[in-house]
């Protein structure tokens, strides 16, 4: 860590002999640097923050306020001063302080970024398919709404649920008790539903609050369990299966050092039937309009948006 006020005296030397002569107004870099003397870190950081506002250009003011907000641990917004300060000043002793002394700021500022807005962080996520068509819904020519997700974060760990819904009009041929069983066509369309237990898990590729910034590109893992279902309208009856899903993608999540994130991901499903529609209970799957047995398999790819909210703020102390 800098000795913050070895640099301060560096920096502020020269002006300390017309310290009692300058006016201390608001905004003035001579009162905040007094009152950093003092250790008043707040009041400092707000004197240096009008101080900038009013004078942009002046180093000294970014210097003070680099110095502030790194003491009240906002390092993200230290980085920021003190680059400034850096394309504003000369080659000055303090100066070179704060250039050698940068890159260890902005990575604490890295660690506590991911610790309380990061891929550390904990939260409630919901997400919406943009386009997704399980295999499945093709076998009977369904028409689907796209499916909702929501769940929790554990880190990088995503634990949901999602589900799917939709209707279809095609003529099905269900099987009858007999051995073997004779297939006889059912119209009247139906409704058919999927419901999904998932993990997804991101392997990062690009850490948010590095090379891209406040983004993050991300390689989800996503293993899933869940059943679908159909409800003929003419009969009333049900017939479904259970499904294994696993899938690999990319994702883009966007961090906004807030409690609010943001990602866009591409994964394709390789969903895995343990066996065909068929009635509960039953053994004989049921079959299309041209006579193929519907499968039941989910595998297809999916695009989805998703928001999270972030909470549990605590940082680890990495620094």
């Given amino acids: 860590m800098i000795n913050l006020i070895i640099s301060l ?54 210097f003070i306020l680099g110095v502030a907000e790194e003491r009240l641990e906002n390092l993200s917004a230290a980085v920021i001063a003190f680059d400034k300060y850096l394309t504003l000043t000369a080659a000055t002793p303090a100066a070179k302080a704060v250039r050698d002394e940068l890159p260890a700021i902005k990575n604490r500022s890295k660690l506590k970024d991911e610790d309380t807005y990061g891929i550390t962080s904990n939260g409630f996520f919901i997400e919406k398919s943009l386009g997704y068509a399980p295999a499945y819904v093709a076998e009977f020519h369904g028409k689907f709404s796209t499916p909702i997700g929501f769940g929790f974060n554990f880190g990088k760990v995503y634990l949901g649920y999602r589900q799917l819904s939709g209707t279809f009009t095609e003529d099905l041929k269900l099987p009858d008790a007999s051995s073997p069983p004779v297939y006889s066509a059912v119209s009247g369309g139906g409704n058919f539903m999927s419901r999904q237990g998932f993990a997804n898990i991101n392997v990062s590729l690009v850490d948010p609050y590095t090379s891209w910034g406040d983004m993050q590109l991300a390689m989800p893992i996503y293993l899933g369990f869940g059943t679908n279902t159909l409800k003929m309208n003419s009969t009333g009856r049900f017939y479904g299966n259970w499904t294994y899903d696993m899938g690999l993608g990319l994702v883009l999540r966007g961090y906004t050092r807030s409690m609010i994130t ?25 079959r299309n309009a041209a006579d193929e047995s519907i499968k039941g398999s989910t595998s297809g790819f999916d695009t989805t948006v998703g928001i999270s909210f972030l909470f549990g703020a605590e940082t680890k102390k990495h620094y």
């Fill in 9 to 62: 005296s560096l920096n502020f030397a020269p002006a300390q002999t017309v310290m009692s002569s300058e006016p201390l107004s608001s905004g003035s870099p001579l009162k905040a640097y007094g009152l950093a003397r003092e250790t008043k870190w707040p009041e400092a950081r707000n004197e240096a923050e009008g101080a900038t506002k009013s004078n942009p250009n002046d180093a000294k003011a970014w």
């Fill in 262 to 286: 943001w990602y866009v991901q591409g994964i394709y499903h390789l969903g895995i039937p343990f066996w065909g529609f068929k009635e509960w209970g039953t053994d004989d799957v049921i």
